[in-house]
């Protein structure tokens, strides 16, 4: 399977899978699925905004409709002593 073929989906009481979709029904998931635990789910975001965050500021900025919204302030020192 490709990765493509799977995507990250909300099920009951807020459990987090990773699944395949159906492809008679794309909003339904296959049993081909497995649970996505919190910590793999952090990991992951913070992995992604790692990659996303300018190098000279060390900061991802979110903004929407040209406004900043959020910011995300990444010590790389500090976070890459603890791997």
Aim: aromatic share 8%.
């Amino acid at each position: 399977m490709a990765a493509k073929d799977y995507k990250l989906g909300v099920g009951n009481f807020g459990s987090v899978y990773i699944a395949k979709t159906s492809k008679k029904d794309p909003r339904q998931m296959t049993t081909d699925r497995a649970v996505v635990s919190k910590s793999e789910f952090i990991a992951a975001i913070l992995e992604w905004v790692i990659t996303q965050i300018e190098e000279d500021s060390g900061t991802l900025s979110i903004t929407t409709e040209g406004k900043t919204v959020a910011e995300i302030k990444i010590f790389r020192d500090k976070l890459m002593k603890g791997v």
